[in-house]
């Protein structure tokens, strides 16, 4: 499947029958394309590389190199959810790079938000290129490409994107969802037998928690927000929010107040709850989360969180506010 645009004639995968008759003709396809040569791909378990990762393991088994970066700013249980679906459920070839300090240290002191974006693709692609020259014979490199990044942004995924490599360092390009829209990848995803939690997942930006991490990231602030986003996942999941809210995370500014605990004086952090639906992202609004809830996680979020002595809710909508702060 070489051609980027998707033939008038291609049906929308609605089924599991469609999906296992794409899944099928993929694992055709890969076989040819790559044959007995090894394939590199950046697993950074998000549905869409998750999905390229299953089906390469199907067609090519442990001729796959999944390389999946741990850069620290990762959400609460995904680094280890991506070891054992991947490593200790589909004996897949995986290399776990801990590659946390190197990205704090860099990114140690910097506050404004572009530069820190560029700063994590900048290292990642670093460290991929590293473990990229640690394999032998690599010809081919995977990527998570789907059709919405081909139509708006040149085939130039974000948060996947390892264009970035260097001249002999660059493979031959295997894309196999495409011609995809994400909820074909997902009917696709839930055919090959990943964990609902992995398929159906809301978007996670590519700089992940260090966006959500206000101004100059802090380990404490860090850790602050990843507890936090932990506990409104959990109760949003309880309460029936979860897969009706399209997008619902927390951020921590860096800035402290004054509060009270346990009849002390405390001096921490505030953390914000944002939660939004959208169709395209370029507008959203706010979902009207029910207030017992909002006080439950509050209540939550100030007794098991470090460092954070109050819980605010974002009622802005795109516009003015973006969805996330940063
Ligand atoms: P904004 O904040 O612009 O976000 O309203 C719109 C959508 O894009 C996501 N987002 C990003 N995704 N890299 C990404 O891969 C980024 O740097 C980035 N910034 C924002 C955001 O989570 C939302 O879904």
Known sequence: MSSNVRPESMERITTEALANAFIEDQIKELRAQIGSKKVLLALSGGVDSSVVAALLIKAVGKQLVCVHVNHGLLRKGEPEQVIKVFRDEMDANLVYVDAVDRFLDKLAGVAEPEKKRKIIGAEFIRVFEEEARKQDGIEFLAQGTIYPDIIESDGVKAHHNVGGLPEDLKFELVEPVKLLFKDEVRVVGKA???????VYRQPFPGPGLGVRCLGAITRDRLEAVRESDAILREEFAKNGLEGK???????????????????KRTFAYP???????????????VENVPFELLQHITDRITHEVEN???VLFDLTPKPSGTIEWE
């Open 271 to 285: 953390v914000i709850i944002r939660a939004v639906n959208t169709k395209d992202a370029m507008t959203a609004t």
């Open 192 to 198: 090959l037998g990943l964990p609902d939690n992995m």
């Open 245 to 263: 809210v399209w997008q619902y995370f927390t951020a921590i500014p860096d800035f402290r107040s004054v509060g009270v605990k346990d009849g």
């Open 308 to 310: 954070v002595n109050r």
